[in-house]
């Protein structure tokens, strides 16, 4: 099977949770090009996009999710929630989406001196209404970063089941 890095991996070797820690440690390491993910078998995308969404909610928070190259795979990210069976951060960030479009963010910001992969904050320049600003972090505040609900659980159990499918 072909690996996120483009060679061959024997992927029953791995657990789910075995393959997602390779995964995201590769992805901190070799900078994988994510525009290759339709080159990888779907439950490593899943894997990947969810890995890739906390990654930046963790380090750098919603907003600049919206505004960097991220943002741009939201549909590919909300799927992958679904594919676990995590509907509900899958629609709450459907409706961050919806109320503030990441491409449109990525746009805007884009349109500055700012260079491709160099948003490191939000950019609080965005005609953003405040109301809405409020409603996308009162919305955050729900995703399973800040609750209990544990979707590393789902998403090994998910990828777990798709290897021994194989």
């Keep these: 099977m072909q690996w996120i890095d483009g060679s061959e991996i024997d992927i029953k070797q791995y657990t789910g949770e075995s ?3 390779k995964m995201s440690l590769e992805m901190c390491n070799c900078g994988c090009d994510m525009e290759q993910h339709t080159n990888w078998a779907d ?5 990947y996009f969810i890995i890739a969404f906390d990654t930046e909610l963790t380090m750098e928070g919603i907003f600049s999710f919206l505004e960097n190259s ?16 995590d509907d509900n951060d899958a629609d709450i960030l459907a409706e961050i989406c919806t109320l503030c479009p990441p491409d449109i963010m990525r746009s805007e910001f884009l349109v500055g001196s700012h260079q491709e992969y160099e948003i490191t904050c939000f950019n609080a320049n ?3 209404k405040e109301e809405i600003a409020d409603r996308i972090v009162e919305l955050s505040r729900k995703l399973y970063l800040n609750t209990d609900f544990d979707i590393w659980k789902l998403l090994f159990s998910f990828v777990e089941n798709k290897i021994a499918a194989l």
């Excluded at 991220?70 to 069976?85: C, L, M, S």
């Design 126 to 128: 965005h005609e953003l």
């Design 19 to 21: 393959l997602c820690e």
């Design 43 to 47: 439950f490593i995308q899943v894997a």
């Design 70 to 85: 991220i943002g741009h795979y939201t549909p590919q990210i909300i799927q992958a929630f679904r594919a676990i069976n």
